[in-house]
């Protein structure tokens, strides 16, 4: 299960271990695990997307 994030600022990103370093730009929405969401949120580096009924979009 992953969790979609929008990005706050823009930098490198890397998920899992094995995956590749992708650049991401402020405002760019993408799928990543809940766990890499809340680091980010955390570090304020991005915001959790939802549907605007408080609930949080998953791509499964």
Known sequence: MKVLIQITK????KDQAWEPTKMKSKGEVFAVT???AAQLIEKEQA????????NILIDA
């Not at 823009?10 to 990103?13: A, D, S, V």
């Not at 915001?47 to 408080?54: F, K, M, P, W």
């Open 34 to 36: 809940p766990s890499y």
């Open 47 to 54: 915001v959790l997307v939802d549907n605007g009924s408080e």
């Open 10 to 13: 823009p930098g490198k990103y």
